[in-house]
């Protein structure tokens, strides 16, 4: 079908913004306001775009899109949250999202995402004006508190001068250590206390520059580190769990080092999806909840298990089911807190991921032990773990069923993905079905929703502002996709190529079993207009803001559709009429009541 024409401009005259860039650049104003620092401060570290709601920080917002930082106005706080989110995971370097007081609600809870997956996000919101606290200002709340769940710090600007350091702080905070996002609020209902001017002695312009995560790699301590080395190579069955951190420290080829030296399989997170290649002998897929039987399994065979970066929380573990009670546990992470606080540890080692996997190789290396066996018998086991799953996705994704089975949509999508893709992924079944079905490179990037249902529309949108010269591409089911559908517009405006992939399975589908099983009524039965969705013509919203919109409902047309939409050069839309009652099969685990400990 035609993906629709493309939006006529009412003008000759080239937009200000093409991609990502902007055409033409002015110096700053000299003006020695807190609001200039802030604009120059933004341009010397390097942070390319700025995601928001007008109207706050105004003249600062301003003179940053005149210098060629690219400020994006979204349709809603919550969104330009998860944009800056997304901008901020993809670039692994810190995202900046702001907004006056009264959208401040907004903006925190776009940030729960980003909280739960720890990524550097900087908030900058207006604030309260103490002339007129307790006198019912318009539109005038205390939102600070509620920034406390959803930030590692809170923290308010009430004296020009501490601008500078607590931007400084804030970005140290963002980036050290488990990043995570920070909130800074400014005195003034759009940050009015910037319009005061700076004294020279404060004009420090590296606040927030040279930040990127991790801005340092701590070493682990070297007795722990022996004694890691010691347990792992006793070991008859290793296995390493990557997690987000491994992701955070680019520890992928020292995963793989590490894996070869002591003959460990890998198995990843979500988050830490395809930082090996999961077409690698070594990788056994995804492991928790949303994961690969082969992955599980593994585990479950492990003797002795490598949490690389991870904090062994209730998904990765499937709920704390694996690994087995009898498993010995080492625990590799920058965050002290997180240790043994799921299960007991035989060793902790507090440091960066990728600077403790060199520091346990080379203290192998170094302690004269006799060449290691690789555990022949072991790695066959896990191998072979790997190619059952594969065999069975390779069947389920020939299904040439309609309605199309996401098994063969995301069959399809794998095919068709390019090798420098980043792929960005919603919670619920989205992130399921990406997670155990496709394979990925290191090449190639993965960003997947930490829970936040709808997070990945706008947060592909931020990841294609990272990186404009890579194909950007969200899947996204139908539930998911109706949360932010107005920020299609602004992929359009900004010229941004993000392909979203709908799994339109007309409602929200992963529920069904909740409110259905037991009932006695019907999956059909129309009294359950609070799970099924009205018929909508998805594809044609899309071309109604001018983006290019195209239907699949036949298997044999998924892939030409697919590469279509990722070579038509704009914002795209394709809505898949998926197979309702498709179901991920339960992910495997040890019997294990939810949340117990592990026997010690």
Known sequence: MSPGPKPQRESGEPRKHVGSRLIGEKPMSTDGCAQVFLAEAIKKAGITHLFGVPAAFTKALNLADDSGVCVISAHSEAAAACMADGYARAARAIGLCYAQNVGGAGLASGLRDAFLVGSPVIALTGGGDGATAYKFAYQDSDDMRMFDAVTKLNISVRRVERFPDLLRLAARTATSGAPGPVHVEVEGAAGQLLDQHLPAEFWDLSAIADHSAPCHRTPGEADAVSRAVDLVAGAQRPILIAGGGARVSDAGPALLEFARAFGAPIVTSMN????????????????????????????????VVIFAGSRAGGHVTNRWSLPAPSAKIIQIDIDAQVMGRNFPTAV?????????????????????????????????????????????????????????????????????????????????????????????KPSQSYLRAAGTLGWSLPAAIGAQCAFPARKVVCFIGDGGFFYYLSELETAVRYELPVVFVVNNN?????????????????????????????????????????????????????????QEALHCGRPAVVEVLTDRSAVPAAAVGWPAPNGRQRPS
């Open 272 to 303: 830490a999806k395809g930082i090996i290649d999961e077409r690698d002998p070594l990788a056994c897929g995804v492991v928790g909840s949303y994961s690969r039987d082969s992955a599980n399994r593994a585990v479950l065979d492990a003797d």
């Open 348 to 440: 902790s080692i507090v440091g960066d991921v990728k600077t403790v996997l060199h520091q346990m190789l080379c203290a192998y290396k170094e302690s004269g032990r006799p060449p290691r066996p690789a555990h022949a018998d072991w790695l066959r086991v896990a191998a072979a773990y790997a190619e059952a799953s594969r065999r069975k996705i390779e069947t389920s994704g020939r299904t040439h069923r309609t309605p199309i089975r996401p098994e063969q949509l995301c069959t399809e999508l794998n095919a068709s993905l390019s090798d420098d893709c980043l792929l960005v992924a919603d919670t619920g079944h989205a992130g399921w079905w990406t997670a155990s079905l496709m394979d990925l």
């Open 506 to 562: 007309s409602g929200f589908a992963q529920e069904d079993a909740l409110f259905h099983g037991g009932s006695g009524r019907p999956q059909e039965d129309p009294g359950r207009r609070f799970l099924e969705f009205a018929a909508t013509d998805i594809s044609g919203l899309a071309r109604s803001f001018g983006c290019a919109g195209y239907c699949v409902e036949r298997p044999q047309d998924l892939r030409e559709i697919l």
